[in-house]
């Protein structure tokens, strides 16, 4: 099982951002994609979880400007990020669990695989 999480970089205030999150070694249908940040010092924080029948769940204080989709003919899941701030700096993963009830984001633990992550600099 592995995840390769992209489409990260450096980014001014305003712009908009997608990262992609391709799984592979197994089946997408099978599995709860979700994704998470972390900044330096910080608590890795979740920020979505999408299930195989398209559903999808986005973090309160982000569901204003993030939004998630899962696109299974691709075999993808992206990140939607808009109108990013320099506070959303951070490492972003892609992460999967087989569970979909364990589709949480205050839980990083239920989330078996995880790929390397991919940094999102936010600065004018």
């Known amino acids: 099982v592995q995840l390769q999480a992209s489409g990260g970089g450096v980014v001014q205030p305003g712009d908009s951002l997608r990262l992609s999150c391709a799984p592979s070694g197994f089946t997408l249908s099978d599995y709860a994609i979700a994704w998470f940040r972390q900044a330096p010092g910080k608590e890795r924080e979740g920020i979505s979880c999408?299930?195989?029948?398209?559903?999808?769940n986005v973090a309160d204080r982000l569901k204003a400007r993030f939004s998630t989709r899962r696109a299974n003919v691709e075999k993808k899941v992206y990140l939607q990020m808009n109108n990013p701030k320099p506070e959303d700096t951070a490492t972003y993963f892609c992460a999967a669990v087989d569970n979909e009830d364990r589709c949480a984001l205050d839980y990083p633990e239920f989330f078996g695989f995880w790929g390397q992550g991919t940094q999102v600099t936010v600065s004018s």
């Open positions: 999408s299930r195989s029948d398209g559903s999808t």
